[in-house]
């Protein structure tokens, strides 16, 4: 007998602990149950997770989850391990013999719910032996990312309709917090939804209150940023764009008085997840971090989420902004804001989709400048004079183009120099004391040399320092300042068959679309900024809905 809403209800008792099911939840688990496609918009807090969730403890095969980040699958797979329920998740930072061990578990039926990001399906051996279980549901989590249209876009999202088709064509169910009408038709057109239960729950969260603070120097900004942050009555989030911004927001607020973190993908891992924790035990009254923070983070109590500055679109200020108030109870949503502001996003957007000039540009100085080696992005800007980081965004284009190519280099050796001094190294906090371990071998094996940089090679590390975990723990340690490492000849170089020209009319004209897009969004974000009418309306506007009274008496400009 097929299982039924009643049994939906049965297992959110018995494995969740609550009551009852809300109405677009039950929309969304019926239609599963009945072997529909599905697209399911529902704001951050509203419950998206238990859509796919809990049909998977129902369904007699695996059920297979596309996410587009390691620490928001493994938050989930944490959770639903907590609760007894076999989940586990596959990812480039896990050893071989633990990817092995999760996939043959998978294959033989001890998995119910399998998290892994599309990437890791790109080389297809692992999606051929996912194949071979036939999944009964597919679930596309931040579906966003698979349209261009979003503010997320991942090009591997692009695939997930040839995902589907390996797996056996199972039901699908895309899901999301942020999607304009434009972005949900790409959803269903890419992930192959045929006629699916629309289940759009609605953007309005009643209980959040938008404001934006007009500022007009750097000491104005402090000014109101520390009095909101002493005014708060319980946790705040503040988002910042850089990294050096957000470290220097925290150890403000910390002078102030503010118990504060910092977050941001910078800091080695342990970290961030001990900020995190500390912030869920209530340790912490604040935690200042880039977009790299919140994916995953359960914390329903925030009563004040904060933007330094303005984010790159209207999705991303709804998403982040929206982790505030998850409880339902009264939260503030702020925003501070100075035209100068949109300086930053927009040098991210050139950054990230340069002209057809300066691209052909840069692959002319990329043939002469490194015809036989590695390309120096330093000097090729040079060359077109350029900022780097346009450089850089060229050669990423020219590269998914195949007119460049990335050579990993010398996996048998790694070159590191050492910046920090053995007191300081010997006052790592870390809970293995690996990191410690590793930078005392690479001092005793180099006799030294290491602080004046040096190529290592790994059989010459001590037996177990070597191992796969020693990409990662370096990559901490540089994030920790405490030395810079490499592999030798690893970067970019030219293709073996380099194309002319490097890009055909049809990639010319996605990329101006790209930029087009990125443009728009941010535009809008600045109109939400600079509106004299209510925000809410604004806000919901962009996403086609219509707020339930105006005055809402839920924005500054409502009262």
Not at 20 to 23: E, N, V
Not at 408 to 413: E, I, Q, Y
Not at 542 to 550: A, D, Q, S, V
């Given at each position: 007998?097929?299982p039924t ?6 297992a959110?008792r018995r494995?969740?602990g609550?009551a009852?099911?809300?109405?677009a939840?039950?929309?969304a ?7 529909r496609d ?5 704001p951050t807090?509203?419950?998206k997770s ?6 998977a403890?129902l369904l007699?095969r695996?059920?297979?989850v596309?996410s587009p980040?390691?620490s928001?699958?493994k ?8 609760r007894g329920i076999?989940a586990?998740c596959?990812?480039g930072?896990m050893?071989?013999?633990e990817?092995?061990?999760?996939l043959a578990?998978?294959?033989n039926?001890?998995?119910r719910?399998l998290?892994?990001?599309p990437?890791r ?5 692992t999606?051929?032996?996912?194949g071979r ?11 966003h990312?698979v349209?261009?249209w979003?503010?997320d876009?991942?090009p591997a ?5 040839a995902?589907r088709r390996?797996?056996?064509m199972p039901p ?9 009408p434009?972005v949900?038709r790409d959803?269903?057109e890419?992930?192959g939804l045929?006629?699916?239960v629309r ?5 309005d969260?009643a209980n ?10 750097a000491?104005?900004?402090e000014?109101?940023?520390a009095?909101?942050?002493e005014r708060?009555?319980g946790?705040a989030l503040?988002y910042?764009?850089a990294?050096s911004r ?6 403000s607020?910390r002078?102030?008085g503010v118990?504060a973190?910092?977050?941001?993908a910078?800091?080695?891992?342990d970290l961030r997840?001990?900020?995190?924790d500390r912030?869920?035990r209530?340790e912490?009254?604040a935690?200042?971090a880039t977009s790299?923070f919140?994916?995953g983070?359960?914390k329903?109590d925030?009563r004040l989420?904060?933007h ?6 209207l ?13 339902g109870?009264p939260a ?5 804001y100075a035209?100068?502001?949109?300086h930053a996003?927009?040098?991210?957007i050139?950054?990230?989709t340069p ?10 100085a ?6 036989h080696g ?13 900022p780097p980081?346009?450089?850089a965004g060229?050669?990423a284009?020219?590269q998914r183009?195949?007119?460049?190519v990335?050579d ?6 790694v070159?590191?120099r ?11 906090r870390?809970?293995?004391g ?7 071998a690479?001092?005793d094996v ?6 004046c ?10 037996p177990g320092?070597g191992h796969?975990?020693l990409?990662a723990?370096?990559?901490g340690l540089q994030a920790?300042?405490i030395?810079?490492?490499?592999r030798p000849?690893s ?6 068959c380099?194309p ?5 009319p049809?990639?010319?004209?996605a990329l101006d679309?790209?930029r087009?897009?990125?443009e728009a969004?941010l ?8 509106s004299?009418?209510?925000r809410?309306q604004?806000?919901?506007g ?9 005055p809402?008496g839920g ?5």
């Open positions: 007998m097929p809403l009643a049994d939906a209800a049965s959110v494995w969740w609550y009852a099911l809300h109405a939840q039950r929309r688990i019926a239609a599963v149950l009945a072997g599905t697209l399911v918009v529902m807090g509203g419950g238990l859509c796919f969730q809990v049909p403890l007699d695996m059920t297979v596309l980040l390691v928001l699958m938050d989930q797979v944490d959770a639903l391990a907590r076999a586990a596959l990812h930072g050893a071989p013999a990817q092995a061990d999760v578990r998978a294959l039926g001890g998995v719910l998290y892994l990001a990437e399906l790109a080389t297809g051996r999606l051929a032996a996912l279980t036939c999944p009964a549901l597919l679930a596309v989590d931040e579906a990312c349209s261009e979003g503010h876009f991942r999202y692009r695939d997930v309709l995902i390996a797996l056996g699908a169910m895309a899901l999301t917090a942020t999607a304009t434009d949900r959803i269903e890419t992930c045929r006629e699916p289940v759009i729950s609605g953007f969260r959040l209150r938008y404001s934006v603070i007009r500022v007009s120097s000491r104005q900004r000014a109101h940023l009095a909101l942050l708060r009555n946790t503040v910042a764009q990294r957000v470290e220097r927001i925290a150890a607020l002078r102030s118990p973190a910092a977050y941001h910078g800091q080695p891992a997840r001990r900020t995190q912030l869920m209530n912490i009254g935690v200042v790299a919140g994916m983070v359960d329903p925030v989420v904060v330094d500055a303005i984010p790159p679109s999705e991303s200020y709804y998403q982040e902004a929206g982790r505030a108030g998850r409880d109870a503030d949503c702020v925003l501070l035209r100068g502001d949109r996003p927009e040098h991210f050139r950054s990230a002209s057809r000039r300066l691209v052909e540009a840069v692959a002319r990329a043939a002469e400048c490194a015809p590695l390309i120096d992005v330093t000097a090729v800007a040079r060359a077109v004079r350029a980081s346009h450089a060229a050669l284009i020219l183009a195949g007119f460049v990335h990993p280099g010398n996996r048998n050796a070159w590191v050492l910046l920090a001094t053995r007191a300081r190294v010997e006052a790592l870390e809970p293995d690996y990191g410690r371990e590793l930078v005392n690479l001092v180099t006799r030294g040399a290491v602080s940089g040096t190529e290592i090679p790994l059989d010459a590390l001590p320092l796969v975990g990409g723990a370096l990559d920790a300042s030395l810079v490492w490499r000849g970067g970019l170089r030219l293709a073996a380099v002319t020209p490097p890009l055909g049809g990639d010319w004209a679309a790209r087009a897009r990125s969004r535009a809008a974000m600045a109109r939400y900024a600079e004299r009418s209510c809410r604004v806000l919901l962009y996403f086609g809905e219509r707020p339930r009274r105006i809402c924005c500054d400009r409502c009262g």
